[in-house]
């Protein structure tokens, strides 16, 4: 069974504030990704890496920063948060396999930022 | 410009009937279409998915019917359950990019 963590689960900060949200994968996937997900618009992708040291830029980057470490590990960073960034946030790892990308999810992060 | 789109945003079914949900696209490239069911405070998981080689993909009472010349799909749930009830999300991707674009979702409820 594919396994995604995320942490924090729940988070509260403040406006012009620095948020970490931390996503950590033991399946030795290639590909990691950051959705976010809000009423009415369904998941939206933020960031996503290929693979150590890789980030690319998904539909809706402006405003968040993303961190690849290592394999197992994929970061989102938001360095001045908004009130428009109070969201469910979504972390899931993924290898292709010809034209099959099956993505396997974390639980989510509940962020609300005040 | 969105990419996927899908209907009913929600729909109630009582237990024992069909339910049908909708799914369409706009990008001719997409060649893979899975759908992943959500459940309240949890994260998506995947249901079921279809190439675009194919016209129909079963799997117990789940069934994807596809239309490539339309750009649609569906997603049957045969013999609906009170368990059934969840969002259900379409999402597309190409093989070149490997990237999921989904739908805003379906919600789903089966009364008993």
């Known amino acids: 069974e594919a396994a995604v963590t995320q942490s924090p689960r729940n988070k509260v900060a403040v406006t012009g504030g620095k948020v970490t949200l931390s996503c950590n994968q033991t399946n030795n996937h290639n590909n990691m990704y950051w959705y976010r997900q809000d009423t009415g618009h369904g998941l939206r992708l933020i960031h996503y890496s290929y693979g150590a040291g890789s980030t690319e830029k998904g539909d809706i980057p402006d405003g968040y920063k993303a961190s690849r470490p290592s394999q197992e590990n994929f970061s989102l960073i938001l360095e001045l948060a908004t009130p428009s960034q109070t969201s469910v946030y979504f972390c899931a790892s993924g290898t292709p396999t010809g034209s099959q990308n099956t993505l396997y999810f974390g639980a989510g992060t509940r962020l609300s930022v005040l | 410009q969105q990419q996927v789109r899908q209907s009913p945003q929600s729909l109630t079914v009582w237990e024992g009937e069909t339910a049908i949900l909708n799914c369409s696209y706009e990008?001719?490239?997409?060649?893979?279409f899975p759908w992943y069911q959500q459940f309240p405070g949890e994260g998506p998981a995947l249901l079921i998915s279809i190439s675009s080689v194919s016209d129909k993909k079963e799997d117990g009472r789940f069934t994807i019917f596809f239309n490539k010349r339309e750009k649609k799909l569906s997603l049957h749930i045969t013999d609906s359950q009170p368990g059934d009830s969840a969002t259900y999300f379409c999402a597309a991707s190409n093989t070149n990019t490997g990237k999921l674009t989904f739908g805003d979702g379906t919600v789903l409820t089966v009364k008993p």
């Open positions: 990008d001719s490239t997409f060649n893979y």
